[in-house]
């Protein structure tokens, strides 16, 4: 699977700083909004917002993994226990170990920036 076919499932959650405009995660969550996706913001070291996936009161499709690697593995760990099976790691979420992982626990998991796919696709389907 490629990156891009991601964005055809419409029920996303983006782990990261979601409330820091001025991290990539705030940046991606608004962006997958602003382009029609069901998308909820999931931070494990906030008090403000979800910290954990069980929260999310609907299917989640894809995972946008943008933490540092340690938290990932823990989410990712979450979301196999919640049959969630499709990650996208952005640049610096990603560790071998958190691959390895989803690796064996057949994660589809995608090292790419959902920025960059989304401007694709969407000139895609013009």
């Known amino acids: 699977m490629e990156a891009q076919e991601l964005l055809e499932y419409r ?3 983006v782990v990261g700083d979601v409330l820091n405009e ?3 995660a705030y940046r991606i ?3 997958l909004k602003q382009s029609g996706f ?3 913001g999931v931070n494990p070291n906030s008090g403000v917002i979800y910290n954990s996936l069980t ?3 609907y299917k989640i499709d894809v995972i946008d993994l943008c933490i540092n690697p340690i938290e990932g593995l823990k989410i990712i760990q979450e979301a196999n226990l919640l049959s969630i099976n499709k990650i996208l790691i952005q640049p610096g ?3 071998e170990e958190l691959l390895s992982f989803c690796k064996e626990k057949g ?4 090292e790419g920036c959902v920025l960059v796919e989304l401007s694709y696709y969407k000139r895609k389907k013009r």
């Open 11 to 13: 029920n996303w959650v």
């Open 22 to 24: 001025q991290k990539y």
């Open 29 to 31: 969550l608004n962006t």
């Open 38 to 40: 069901n998308v909820e």
């Open 55 to 57: 929260q999310i009161n």
């Open 93 to 95: 979420a990603e560790s």
């Open 107 to 110: 994660i589809i998991a995608i």
